[in-house]
């Protein structure tokens, strides 16, 4: 499976970013789907996470009510819409996908896209 982001930016604080990642190499619908996001103080922690349906999403705390991942399965992509940014969400970002239905650590991600830098101004 390749994997490619896109969307990053620069943006003020309380600005919004709407992240794409299209999919290609394999069947996009039976695979769950994922962004990370990572900065040189931390390691590459989990944010967001959607079924291969759709019909699931998880989030990871600090995003909940702020952002929401989709899917549109008929263009292989899936998105990540980010609504009152803060300056402590700047980071990379990256997509991933699992062979499981959903998934929310690392491990269980089986391909990476390559980041898109997104930087929240104060």
């Known amino acids: 499976v390749q994997l490619q982001a896109s969307g990053g930016g620069l943006v003020q604080a309380g600005g919004s970013l709407r992240l794409s990642c299209a999919a290609s190499?394999?069947?996009?619908?039976?695979?769950?789907m994922g962004w990370f996001r990572q900065t040189p103080r931390k390691e590459r922690e989990f944010v967001a996470a959607?079924?291969?349906?759709?019909?699931?999403?998880y989030y990871e705390d600090s995003v909940k009510g702020r952002f929401t991942i989709s899917r549109d399965n008929a263009k292989n992509t899936v998105f990540l819409q980010m609504n009152s940014l803060k300056p402590e969400d700047t980071a990379v970002y990256y997509c991933?996908?699992?062979?499981?239905?959903?998934?929310?650590?690392?491990?269980?991600?089986?391909?990476w896209g390559q980041g898109t830098q997104v930087t929240v101004s104060s």
């Open positions: 959607i079924s291969w349906s759709g019909g699931t999403t």
């Open positions: 190499g394999r069947t996009f619908s039976s695979l769950g």
């Open positions: 991933a996908a699992s062979s499981s239905t959903i998934a929310t650590l690392r491990h269980e991600y089986d391909w």
